[in-house]
């Protein structure tokens, strides 16, 4: 099989994640070089240094500045453009909404959906000028399902796939792709202790980052897929919750107290806003 792959450049956000660094080992190993942004510079040196291939870019930047979008894009026309954006960074916290103080929904949502909103918009001129151009917003399954305590990161999920949905619609002339990839949970620095406790009193199936990113690569190798929902049966209550949501409703209400338990305590360490890639 061809690999369609090889020879592309991709910029991928929240490299230094979980699921972010399995992706830019999965994508190189294809043979695509990588503009791997993130916040620490050490972690990017580091994720560079196991990469098969060359040409690879660590690029530090705070996305949330609009000096370190510029900054970024500039830098990405000097590499001389992209063929693939990959917005992967993404925050995520176990909480009730009345636990919630406003930095903490400010942050969620800024960086979950404001940042790759924006990033899509700033990039598009350099997409549209490559051929088969592609851009994949990583989502959850938490965006077509809505789940106690996790209030704020299903708003902001839930509003990234309509983005996604609404620029695949506005960009269908142009050639370029837009994909929605939603991750079920996964096993990465984004869960604290508690949502690990949590996935496991309740049973939850957690994949391996390395599942994520080959699943993400098959993706990309699909022309007409435009959603790709991971798991289980995660990806069939999607459908069930978009047809029947009071079924739904019927089936999560029963691991409220459950969630509650795990979701109440404040703003302890271990409850604090954790960054990583995106996915639930």
Same mark, same amino acid.
């Given at each position: 099989?061809?690999?369609?792959?090889?020879?592309?450049? $991709?910029?991928?956000?929240?490299?230094?994640?979980?699921?972010?660094? $399995? /992706?830019?080992?999965?994508?190189?190993?294809?043979? /695509?070089?990588?503009?791997?942004?993130?916040? !620490?510079?050490?972690?990017?040196?580091?994720?560079?240094?196991?990469?098969?291939?060359?040409?690879?870019?660590?690029? /530090? $930047?705070? *996305?949330?500045?609009? #000096?370190?979008?510029?900054?970024?894009?500039?830098?990405?026309?000097?590499?001389?453009?992209?063929?693939? *954006?990959?917005?992967?960074?993404?925050?995520?916290?176990?909480?009730?909404?009345?636990?919630?103080? %406003?930095?903490?929904?400010?942050?969620?949502?800024? =960086?979950?959906?404001?940042?790759?909103?924006?990033?899509?918009? #700033?990039?598009?001129?350099?997409?549209?000028?490559?051929?088969?151009?592609?851009? /994949?917003?990583?989502?959850?399954?938490?965006?077509?399902?809505?789940?106690?305590?996790?209030?704020?990161?299903?708003?902001?999920?839930?509003? *990234?796939?309509?983005?996604?949905?609404?620029?695949?619609?506005?960009?269908? #002339?142009?050639?370029?792709?837009?994909?929605?990839?939603?991750?079920?949970? =996964?096993? =990465?620095?984004?869960?604290?202790?508690?949502?690990?406790?949590?996935?496991?009193?309740?049973?939850?199936?957690?994949?391996?980052?390395?599942?994520? $990113? @080959?699943?993400?690569?098959?993706?990309?190798?699909?022309?007409?897929?435009?959603?790709?929902?991971?798991?289980?049966?995660?990806?069939?209550?999607?459908?069930?919750?978009?047809?029947?949501?009071?079924?739904? %409703?019927?089936?999560?209400?029963? @691991?409220?107290?459950?969630?509650?338990?795990?979701? !109440?305590?404040?703003?302890? %360490? #271990?409850?604090?806003?954790? !960054?990583?890639?995106?996915?639930?």
């Amino acid at each position: 099989m061809t690999n369609h792959l090889k020879g592309k450049t $991709a910029l991928l956000t929240g490299a230094t994640g979980g699921i972010g660094g $399995a /992706v830019a080992e999965a994508l190189a190993a294809q043979g /695509v070089r990588l503009l791997l942004t993130g916040r !620490s510079g050490e972690k990017l040196e580091a994720l560079k240094s196991r990469l098969p291939g060359s040409g690879h870019v660590p690029i /530090v $930047a705070d *996305l949330a500045s609009a #000096d370190g979008r510029n900054s970024l894009r500039q830098r990405a026309e000097a590499e001389g453009g992209i063929d693939l *954006l990959i917005n992967n960074a993404g925050v995520s916290k176990l909480a009730l909404l009345q636990d919630m103080d %406003d930095a903490s929904l400010e942050q969620m949502i800024a =960086t979950n959906l404001t940042v790759p909103m924006l990033l899509c918009r #700033d990039l598009l001129p350099l997409l549209s000028s490559r051929p088969g151009a592609t851009i /994949v917003n990583i989502g959850s399954i938490l965006g077509s399902i809505g789940y106690a305590g996790s209030t704020a990161y299903c708003g902001s999920k839930f509003g *990234l796939r309509g983005f996604t949905e609404a620029l695949r619609r506005e960009l269908a #002339d142009t050639g370029i792709r837009v994909i929605y990839f939603a991750p079920r949970a =996964t096993n =990465t620095p984004i869960n604290c202790e508690r949502v690990t406790a949590l996935n496991h009193a309740l049973g939850t199936a957690v994949d391996a980052p390395e599942l994520v $990113a @080959q699943s993400l690569v098959r993706t990309l190798g699909r022309r007409g897929q435009r959603n790709r929902y991971l798991g289980w049966p995660e990806s069939f209550f999607v459908r069930l919750n978009s047809l029947f949501p009071r079924l739904v %409703d019927g089936a999560l209400g029963k @691991q409220l107290p459950t969630i509650r338990r795990f979701a !109440s305590g404040g703003f302890g %360490d #271990d409850s604090s806003m954790k !960054s990583s890639s995106g996915g639930h």
